[in-house]
């Protein structure tokens, strides 16, 4: 497992420090989330535990979730960490023309949710998935929250139609019901 140390290229005042088995993966997927895609800042050997070390480390700087504000603890474990690592890489939105159908509608998914996100009348990303959980409920009961927040999250690999039909009619009415 590897510990990540990321910003947003929109955002480079915002940290992401998470964990993962496949580093490359999960900037691409978090790519996806950003208009202007994300940079890879630095990694560091270590699972969970090290992740809620870093975490815990940085409690009073957290933003929300994951991301913490930059700060001179902070840029001086990420220089410690990247060391003699070269260029940072920066991963870049994908089109969707260049990735599979499966890939795709993983993509539009995501992108609805991020539509309905923003319509949300919460001020948090918490509670504006909340939301439009219970509004997907409301839809269709089949819904769950983990499944709403793998969505948002990128962790899914396949969409099934339903899906994407609510999200759709939800997002065309503007997410309120």
């Known amino acids: 497992m590897t510990v990540y140390f990321a910003s947003q290229i929109d955002r480079p005042d915002l940290i992401k420090i998470g964990h993962t088995d496949n580093v490359t993966r999960r900037m691409r997927q978090l790519a996806a ?3 202007n895609g994300i940079e890879l800042l630095a990694t560091t050997e270590g699972g ?48 969707a023309s260049a990735v599979n159908s499966a890939e795709t509608d993983c993509q539009l998914a995501h992108e609805l949710v991020g539509r309905l996100l923003k319509a949300s009348r919460e001020l948090s990303i918490a509670g504006s998935l909340e939301e ?15 499944r709403v927040r793998s969505i948002w999250n990128c962790e899914t690999n396949r969409i099934d139609h339903y899906e994407i039909c609510d999200l759709q009619a939800l997002a065309e009415e503007g997410g309120q019901q």
């Open 33 to 35: 989330s950003f208009e």
């Open 132 to 146: 439009v959980f219970s509004q997907l409920c409301e839809r269709n009961p089949v819904w769950s929250r983990r």
């Open 48 to 95: 969970k535990e090290a992740e809620t070390t870093f975490h815990r480390m940085f409690s009073a700087f957290r933003d929300e979730g994951e991301w913490f504000k930059q700060n001179p603890a902070l840029q001086a474990i990420i220089a410690f960490a990247a060391g003699d690592a070269g260029e940072r890489t920066v991963f870049r939105r994908r089109l």
